[in-house]
């Protein structure tokens, strides 16, 4: 029953932003890694960034790094990715991971659906 539901995707032109959100539902996150990864047509899933749930400390992929901020509102059990000055290889589908343990696939502990994000040149 629990369920992540990103929303926020869709298309861009390049040098643009987006704002991805992720609302979490049956069982409260507070205290756990959140954070996103992509998957671009016949690509492997790749980490984005993630946020730990306490402290604050984040991490990201160099790839996006000083262009997305990824954030957490707590009291709303969703989380937050701001993304700027987008490239044409940002285009992918976006989902959201709650529970990560580490920063790979089989760390994750649940998914969401996943947001497509595509940018244009």
């Known amino acids: 029953q629990v369920r992540l539901v990103e929303s926020g995707g869709g298309l861009v032109q390049a040098g643009g932003s987006l704002r991805l959100s992720c609302a979490a539902s049956?069982?409260?996150?507070?205290?756990?890694?959140m954070g996103w990864f992509r998957q671009a047509p016949g690509k492997e899933r790749e980490f984005v960034a993630a946020i730990w749930g306490t402290g604050g400390i984040t991490n990201y992929a160099d790839s996006v790094k000083g262009r997305f901020t990824i954030s957490r509102d707590s009291a709303k059990n969703t989380v937050y990715l701001q993304m700027d000055s987008l490239k044409p290889e940002d285009t992918a589908v976006y989902y959201c991971?709650?529970?990560?343990?580490?920063?790979?696939?089989?760390?994750?502990?649940?998914w969401g659906q996943g947001t497509q994000v595509t940018v244009s040149s």
């Open positions: 049956g069982r409260t996150f507070n205290g756990y890694t």
């Open positions: 991971a709650a529970d990560v343990r580490v920063l790979t696939l089989t760390g994750v502990g649940y």
